[in-house]
């Protein structure tokens, strides 16, 4: 693979010049949010939904936003263009700085300034990918994440534990239970599909408000068919019709077995199939 240009609080460089503090508070608190945008034909597909969260996160952190808003589109682009990206995502990552010890308290923002880094992921073949042919397979974990999954942290750690155990059953992804309703997907928003009738959990501090879920559900009530924002159980989920995912990256991936479970014929319905039509044909045209 050739040498990414990354950048890293004001430089762009190459990827294996690009460092950060060992004290940096992402690297030893998770004290950071980050965003993934997935880039199509080259653009970025809905900068602003991301941008948005993204302060809403820093927000919610009492973290202060680092850069105005043209500032930080200006570096995707940038990125975007000097590597190539024609399909791919570009990954942002804020910190809370390196105050240059440990130390539980937050550093003073007026003399720890954030960390801000960015780099770009090749990804060829994102749109046409064999998973969205031929969906994908989901098991149940308890949700054991903390509290505010509504803010996009770098706390990673039972999603990739989430991923693994999915691996080791021999399936694609897990979907996250609590108090017996399916919050999310380890990295994506979870849906079924009941008739004509798209069921998704509400919104609330138990799931990430995907940017990719605004955009589908928005689209899904444009094209008269029936949201329903509730939350929905396994058993549901295996009874459907239907089932998918949404994430920048899966854009709308059907899912066809949750724990060893045919969902309706076990092949990918033609509620997700549409509804992934819809959302690429239209993002790529508000793409920027
Ligand atoms: N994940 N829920 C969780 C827990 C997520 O991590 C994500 C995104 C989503 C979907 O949000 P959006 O539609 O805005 O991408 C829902 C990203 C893609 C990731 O961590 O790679």
Redesign the pocket.
Known sequence: MTMRTVYVNGNYLPENEATISIFDRGFLMADGV???T?VLDGKLI?FA??AK?LERSLKELDMPHPAELPDLLVIHRELVRVNGIVEG?V?LQITRGAPGDRDFAFPDPETTAPTVVLFTQNKPGLIDSPAARIGIKVISVDDL?WAR?DI?TVQ?LY?SMGKMIAKAAGVDDAW?VEDGHVT??????AYIVQGSTIITRHLGNE?????????VLRFAREAQMTVEERSFTIAEAQAADEAF??????FVMPVVEVDGQAVGTGSPGPVAARLREIYLEESRKAAV
């Open positions: 980050y965003e993934v997935s809905d939904g991301h969260r995502l990954y994440r999954r996009k990673l999603p996250m999310e997907g380890t990295s994506n928003n799931i990430l408000h995907g940017i990719t879920r605004a955009a995912i949404t994430s920048a990256s899966a």
